[in-house]
């Protein structure tokens, strides 16, 4: 193949009299190349490759009902996004066709989003990314680039260098590199061999925690202080509260009844929050000069943290490498139930929460969940304002309703039917197929209420006439606190 940015020419290649056939385009890894290098055949390929899925989604929901859109999202996302999604990271920013090749992208994904979640295919695109709680294509392209050099980082150092060491190119990597360096900059990742002298105990319950009594619980771990104080362990319990802006970290010495606050100066995870305290506790212990400690913890996922040979989180390669080079022989770490009438626990339950206002202030570097967790933040808040900005003149209603995107559907932990979420969600957008919406699509004559002569909008379905509300649901309401949830939302 013979790439050029103008004019392809033809080479005469001959081995052994045999004759080279060139190609204008190959297929690698599933990502189609073209002698142009020219990302748009890639995405002709996959839209032809997406049309049997969408074909199968269409079938399992519909307008008013089918899947409900909880369940048709995590399906249309499984089956066509994974599939358009691929090798997405080498497109992020092409030169040339980068509004195109979006445009193309999102083609393929809006019916879809539409379908799923209920509402109709001229519903506003950005208010459908905005229901659906997914970032538009070219936002999600960026997050994914930054994902992926998160994976060259780890996986191949020489090739993050030559992103990282070189100005900035008309390159996806280098144009996201460069769009968060500072982040890229502040990970850290450090190699650890599993120390056999730290013990994780995470079944210390003789059932499931929802099973166990409060009494049971208090018994258990009261009984397993009385044995780590009988065999001379320095005992520790630590706890993590997040903020808006900045995470605090509670440690609280059982045996000395000392209280430490730490205070970090941006907000993480949980589970980050949670492995800088059980370090911070170790390398008290440590100071101490005491050969066995036991640290009590709330989080069940730091504890799995601790308890893996190869976390890329530094937090754990330093528990380690600081157990390595201690005079500690034994350390262990056990999950303790939060907020169940455990004392210790609900100590450094509140020095953790006080430690977020008045902490000591640490400055930590970034592991890549945090580092990926600050782009796609990043990303959110620019999705956010090219929300703002696009609802000026589109959308108008949507954006009084919600003035800012949603990160999260906002029918995830409702107990609705299908059909009801999909009717509320037409509602949102300005489209619930009330007859001021048919008669604008010409689906209707006129836009008059068939049973009081009004003009029939939504306003006048939910607020002002109940018989026309009956008609818009098909049938009557279940129940009169049907008829309330709705004119509540």
Known sequence: MYFAKNSIKQITLNINDISIRQDKKLKFLGRIIFNSLSVSE????????????????????????????KVALNVYRSIV?????????????????INNINKKVERLQNEMIKRSLGVPKSSPNHV????????PSAHRAQFLTAKE????????PELYDIIADNPLVKSSYSKVFHDHAEIFERIKTVAYSRQNSLHVRTNLLPSKKDNTGNEILQAIYNKEIAHYKMHDFELFATDASVKNNATGCGIYNISKKQRFLFKIDFKTSSTFGELFALKKALQIAVEDRKDKCVLFTDSLAACKALATDNSDNFLVGEFHNILRDSNVQRCHVIWT????????????DYLAKQAAEFGAPVNSELSTNEALMMIKHKNVNDWNDDFSQISMTKGKNFFQIC???FTRPWYLNLNLSSKDTKLINRLMVGQPYDKVFLHRI??????????????????HCIFECLSALFLA???????????????QF
């Open 42 to 69: 890639h995405y002709t390929f996959i839209e032809n490759a997406v049309i049997n899925r969408t074909n199968l989604l269409r079938c399992l929901t519909s307008i008013k009902g089918g899947l409900h859109p």
């Open 81 to 97: 996004r994974s599939k358009i999604e691929y090798s997405r990271t080498t497109t992020a920013n092409s030169p040339q066709y």
């Open 128 to 135: 459908i990314y905005t229901l659906a709680g997914e970032l």
């Open 149 to 156: 050099i998160i994976r060259v980082r780890l996986q191949n």
């Open 337 to 348: 139930p939060g907020h169940r009438g455990i004392s210790f626990n609900e100590e450094v």
């Open 403 to 405: 003035g800012n995107v």
């Open 442 to 459: 010409g689906a209707v004559d006129n836009d008059i209420c068939d049973t009081c002569g009004s003009r029939e909008d939504a306003q």
């Open 473 to 487: 649901l098909d049938k009557p309401p279940a129940s009169i606190g049907h008829i309330k949830t709705l004119v």
